[in-house]
């Protein structure tokens, strides 16, 4: 099998890899009021469950780091996600109140393992191609998620069990999952780091812009999740109805953004990319926090869609790029602030709107996505972020060595 053959087939692995974490995500999160009559789970103890599944993704992400350096991530990927599928399914099918917590803590123990894995093998890929790829990537995570939302729907409407909504998605998309797995790439690097091992002595001060870019994105993601549909019922007074459309208007653009997103990167660059991102999604907060209606309110939404989609997937890229040869580490280490963010941004703002209003808890979200303008430069220079052009090809003593071939397909 050529070289190029294979990274394609492995591209389309993973980003089935992605498309099926985001179905399995989104039929968890967005049937928590079915989890919670079918368990019995008190409003006060609600949060406790909530916050577990972050909290277990983080350990197992810092596990992961450590697993990688003795195991494939594409073995770790390989059966990760079947686990979360799995414990997806546990979620629906039991009664008692231990049944959810402990399918709630393999969950969440298992989304750490494949959220790491799966990011380190798309930024190793994206080495490997020589060009951006990683937003496609996190297009079909956000596409999975669409799907998996509107199959949750489907089980509201229809008033089925939990256990009877999750299997349809569970039986199509494993053993899909599984088939694909035997084309994963792993893609390793050639040379030592700076520390003898790859990770530089100084390379928690290096990463930790990222760190907080990767925080203040979520924190922001997580305010259009947890309170999109209450913003625009409560403050700018839209039926029940309308108020369930901010969310899917923002997963929708966060969508066609990532779709779209790869070709910005090749031709601007990942800083001009992520600076332009970060002014839009600001500019959608502050659309939101003074719009004096729903349908100005649901435009607000939609800027936050846009311009939030490429921070994510480029923050990862960017951690690659900074650290070549300790990729996988740095992706570890990165991803654990994607649940930190998950983590503060719901009871952040809400904190906020109780204690003062909410249209004043939507601009804490807008100044801390603008503190990604801060630290833009960290996304590389514009002409290493922008992989494929004369400069990266002739740099490929690390491209190339990362690909084992660097060929762009």
């Known amino acids: 099998m050529t070289d190029d053959v294979r990274l394609r087939r492995g591209r389309g692995a993973l980003g089935f890899s992605f498309f099926a974490q985001g179905v399995a995500f989104a039929l968890l999160v967005t049937r928590i009021p079915a989890i919670q009559d079918q368990y019995g789970i008190s409003d006060g103890l609600l949060p406790a469950f909530l916050a577990a599944v972050p909290v277990l993704a983080g350990v197992s992400s810092v596990a992961t780091e450590h697993l990688v350096k003795r195991v494939a991530p594409s073995s770790v990927l390989r059966w990760a996600q079947p686990v979360v599928l799995l414990a997806l399914l546990g979620v629906g099918a039991g009664s008692r109140m231990w049944h959810v917590a402990v399918a709630l803590g393999v969950f969440g123990l298992a989304v750490g393992a494949l959220d790491a894995s799966m990011n380190m093998l798309g930024v190793s890929l994206q080495r490997a191609y020589g060009r951006s790829i990683m937003l496609g990537f996190h297009a079909a995570y956000s596409l999975g998620g669409i799907l998996g939302a509107s199959a949750a729907w489907a089980g509201a409407h229809w008033h089925l069990a939990l256990f009877t909504g999750y299997l349809p998605a569970v039986v199509v998309v494993l053993p899909l999952a ?179 209003n909410y249209r004043g808890a939507m601009v804490v979200p807008m100044a801390l996505v603008l503190v990604t303008l801060l630290y833009a430069r960290s996304f590389g220079t514009a002409d290493r972020a922008r992989y494929g052009v004369p400069h990266e090809r002739r740099a490929g003593d690390r491209a190339v060595d990362v690909g084992r071939g660097g060929n762009e397909v």
């Open 178 to 356: 599984l088939a694909g797995s035997r084309y994963y790439v792993d893609t390793k690097s050639g040379g030592a780091g700076e520390a003898g091992e790859g990770w530089p002595a100084r390379g928690g001060r290096l990463l930790l812009p990222l760190c907080l870019v990767m925080a203040c994105a979520y924190i922001g993601d997580s305010t259009v999740a947890n309170w999109s549909a209450k913003y625009l019922q409560d403050v700018l007074g839209s039926s029940e109805q309308l108020a369930t459309v901010p969310y899917n208007v923002y997963m929708v653009t966060t969508l066609v953004g990532r779709a779209v997103g790869d070709l910005g990167v090749r031709r601007f660059g990942a800083v001009a990319v992520v600076r332009c991102g970060a002014v839009v999604a600001a500019g959608g907060f502050a659309v939101v926090a003074v719009a004096p209606g729903a349908w100005v309110g649901m435009l607000g939404f939609t800027l936050l869609g846009t311009g939030l989609c490429v921070i994510v997937p480029q923050t990862f890229a960017a951690a690659g790029r900074l650290f070549p040869y300790a990729s996988d580490t740095a992706v570890a280490r990165l991803n654990i602030f994607n649940y930190v963010g998950f983590l503060v941004g719901s009871p952040l703002v809400g904190g906020i709107g109780d204690a003062w």
